[in-house]
């Protein structure tokens, strides 16, 4: 059982947006940890989308973007593509366990 | 252009003890600020976080594993070597080692090396 909670899975058409939320507490998300988010495409190693809540790595398409919100996270895919079908990781700090934590992962699927 | 390769057995027997070499490319980890770190990842689950060493050798691990748990680096040989005791069916995961420029709270990790399948099995 994953210290974050994201959804198992989203699901979206070409060219909609989806939102892949990120839940956590008072010790990791709520206790100003950044959140990163990265994504892992079939068969591949992660990649990192997001860091620091919100910025974006050179390379990575501005149809990706990241927010925060007191104990949650969220990431936000605008004009969904074929390609961006993948899992979804989000990432913190915890206070509590000193320990770097994921989420469980979101399968997203392109309709 | 930063890259990281893991190299070890892709087999072990349960109870023995995994050592897994990561080589690093493109920086050094004498470099201030620089860490390498290791996740795993078992068929079709999560990603689990491991651990990790700094180039001041401070050393992090994750709270459930760490009494099995040793990084170490050799500057000379740009490497880092996980090593993992007592291992069990459980431990099967795809292994990556990964690089980071950030600390504790601020910690993303912003390069991944490919991942090695290790296989726990008699």
């Known amino acids: 059982q994953s210290v974050l909670t994201q959804p198992p899975s989203v699901s979206g058409a070409p060219g909609q947006r989806v939102t892949i939320s990120c839940t956590g507490s008072?010790?990791?998300?709520?206790?100003?940890?950044?959140v990163s988010w990265y994504q892992q495409l079939p068969g591949a190693a992660p990649k990192l989308l997001i860091y620091g809540n919100v910025n974006r790595p050179s390379g990575v398409p501005d149809r990706f973007s990241g927010s925060k919100s007191r104990t949650s996270a969220s990431l936000a895919i605008t004009g969904l593509q074929a390609e961006d079908e993948a899992d979804y990781y989000c990432?913190?700090?915890?206070?509590?366990?000193?320990?770097?934590?994921f989420g469980g992962g979101t399968k997203l699927t392109v309709l | 252009q930063i890259t990281l390769k893991e190299s070890g057995p892709t087999l072990v027997k349960p109870t023995q003890t995994l050592t897994l070499t990561c080589t690093l490319s493109g920086f050094s980890l004498s470099t201030s600020g620089v860490g390498v770190g290791w996740i795993r990842q078992p068929p079709g689950k999560a990603l689990e976080w491991l651990g990790l060493?700094?180039?001041?050798?401070?050393?992090r691990y994750s709270p459930s594993l760490q009494s099995r748990l040793t990084i170490t680096k050799d500057t000379s040989k740009n490497q880092v070597v996980l090593t993992m005791i007592n291992m069990d069916p459980v431990d099967t995961a795809t292994y990556y080692c990964?690089?980071?420029?950030?600390?504790?709270?601020?910690?993303?990790?912003?390069?991944w090396g490919q991942g090695t399948l290790v296989t726990v099995s008699s």
């Open positions: 990432q913190s700090y915890d206070s509590s366990l000193s320990s770097v934590v």
């Open positions: 008072s010790s990791n998300i709520g206790a100003a940890s950044a």
């Open positions: 060493i700094y180039w001041d050798d401070d050393m």
């Open positions: 990964a690089y980071t420029s950030a600390v504790g709270p601020m910690l993303s990790i912003d390069y």
